[in-house]
């Protein structure tokens, strides 16, 4: 079975979803579909109807993260002596040449990324282009708007 890298602070944070869900949600759904059966007739009762269905989203995500933390290879990438390469979990800040504007990223999971937070997918274009190569150098990276000139600036492993 194939493994897909995350890490710790991912998993830390599907697994408290997840206690969420089995220990505050699940019972509060159960105890919304008792009273919903009470009010009598269940084929025209709009509030069974709901808490049902919020049954089946709520059992639908438990069992989705179980899945994704079964398959999760979980990298702590503050175990990791820093020498400056790119790897997954690193943090990575970055010069634009032609416009000297500085970014920030951490290379992370598919199903943890999320650009506005400056999470990117291990998967991305940039992120693709960034994995290996270490402080100071230079990389060309095409993303969808055409080729970027970055210059490493910094690699952090935090």
Known sequence: MTKYPMT????????????????????RIVKDIAVAREHGD???????????????????????????????????????????????????????????VEVTYKIVGDDEADFKTGRISLNSPIARGLIGKEVDSEVEITIPGGVVEYEIVSVEYI
Request: net charge negative; proline share 1%; hydrophobic share 35%.
């Open 8 to 27: 710790l602070l991912g998993a830390e944070q599907l697994k408290e979803e997840l206690r969420v869900l089995k220990t505050e949600k699940r019972p």
């Open 42 to 100: 269940l084929k025209e009762n709009a509030e069974y109807h709901a808490a049902k269905e919020e049954q089946g989203f709520c059992e639908g995500r438990i069992q989705d993260i179980e899945g994704r933390l079964c398959n999760a290879q979980v990298i702590d990438i503050t175990k990791i002596a820093n020498h400056g390469k790119v790897l997954f979990g690193t943090t990575v800040t970055l010069l634009n040449i032609d416009t000297e």
